[in-house]
Nanobody
Framework: QVQLVETGGGLVQAGGSLRLSCAASGRTFMSYAMGWFRQAPGKEREFVAAIILTDNSRSYADSVKGRFTIPRDNAKNTVSLQMICGQPEDTAVYYC????????????WGQGTQVTVSS
């Protein structure tokens, strides 16, 4: 049974930093992509960032480029989302997800963690 567990959400002031972590278990994830998505109240879920675990290539939404990074910790089977220069528009529930590289859709999801950036 695959499990993705997010931790690290909370409240941060505008301009501040926050780090989310996603611990993966239940299988080997080497041929996977791990992604972060977010959903703000009244809005659709949107892509934030992703990492391809085979070559460490990363991609970011334009709205977070230069402010968010997606580090990984192989020893802990963990992928994180490092946020700096938080903006109120970053307020959302953040989800960790995983997909096989031969698939287009993410098929494993975490439960989500709330991030609130106050102005």
């Amino acid at each position: 049974q695959v499990q993705l567990v997010e931790t690290g959400g909370g409240l941060v002031q505008a301009g501040g930093s926050l780090r989310l972590s996603c611990a993966a278990s239940g299988r080997t994830f080497m041929s996977y992509a791990m992604g972060w998505f977010r959903q703000a109240p009244g809005k659709e879920r949107e892509f934030v960032a992703a990492i391809i675990l085979t070559d460490n290539s990363r991609s970011y939404a334009d709205s977070v480029k230069g402010r968010f990074t997606i580090p990984r910790d192989n020893a802990k089977n963990t992928v994180s989302l490092q946020m700096i220069c938080g903006q109120p528009e970053d307020t959302a529930v953040y989800y960790c997800a995983a997909r096989r590289l031969d698939l287009k859709e993410y098929d494993y999801w975490g439960q989500g963690t709330q991030v609130t950036v106050s102005s």
